[in-house]
């Protein structure tokens, strides 16, 4: 069961680039969940997720230390979800529950700036998968989610607050 989590069920063998289409499959699961269950459920899928992906990829990787092969795409999945859950939030606190479809920018951004953090791995994101070991594996994405999500919220400020005033 940790291989069938660790790879997504099957996700993390696509190719070329497994990490991006772990991202592309979480960023429409995760509009999904919030369409329709709610923002609060993505919240607890994105906990759950994560903790999940931490123990999948420490059964995975115990027989493998500095190990981080591309098919586990599971801390993709958690850490995408993360930067979803900015804009997803943003909208919920607008009263806007079913927003993926008006407002596409906010989770296209999530995707894009979660991309970018997760491939570039500036300041702490990389400090994470410098580790070499199974926490730096899921840790990374999990930066480069929050630093997604933060970049979505500034960008949603720039474009709502300066370009169109």
């Known amino acids: 069961m940790s291989r069938a989590w660790s790879i997504f069920f099957g996700v993390g063998l696509m190719r070329p680039a497994p990490g991006t289409w772990g991202s592309a499959v979480a960023i429409l699961l995760g509009l999904m969940i919030d369409r329709t269950f709610g923002v609060w459920t993505l919240l607890g899928a994105t906990v759950a997720v994560?903790?999940?992906?931490?123990?999948?990829?420490?059964?995975?990787?115990k027989?493998?230390?500095?190990?981080?092969?591309?098919?586990?795409v599971i801390d993709e999945v958690a850490g995408q979800w993360i930067?979803?859950?900015f804009p997803a939030f943003a909208f919920w606190n607008l009263?806007?529950?079913?927003?993926?479809?008006?407002?596409?920018?906010?989770?296209?951004?999530?995707?894009?700036?979660?991309?970018?953090?997760?491939?570039?791995?500036?300041?702490l994101v990389g400090w994470a998968d410098r580790r070499g070991d199974v926490v730096g594996v899921m840790?990374?994405?999990?930066?480069?989610g929050v630093f997604a999500?933060?970049?979505?919220?500034?960008?949603?400020?720039?474009?709502?607050?300066?370009i169109l005033r």
């Not at 903790?51 to 059964?59: D, K, L, T």
């Not at 840790?139 to 480069?144: K, M, P, R, S, V």
């Open 95 to 123: 009263g806007m529950q079913d927003w993926a479809h008006v407002a596409w920018p906010g989770w296209v951004a999530a995707f894009v700036f979660f991309r970018l953090f997760d491939i570039w791995k500036p300041w």
């Open 139 to 144: 840790l990374d994405d999990l930066i480069a």
């Open 149 to 162: 999500g933060l970049a979505v919220m500034v960008a949603a400020g720039v474009a709502h607050g300066v």
């Open 83 to 85: 930067a979803l859950l």
């Open 63 to 72: 027989d493998r230390p500095g190990a981080d092969p591309g098919e586990i």
């Open 50 to 61: 994560t903790a999940i992906g931490f123990w999948a990829c420490a059964r995975e990787l």
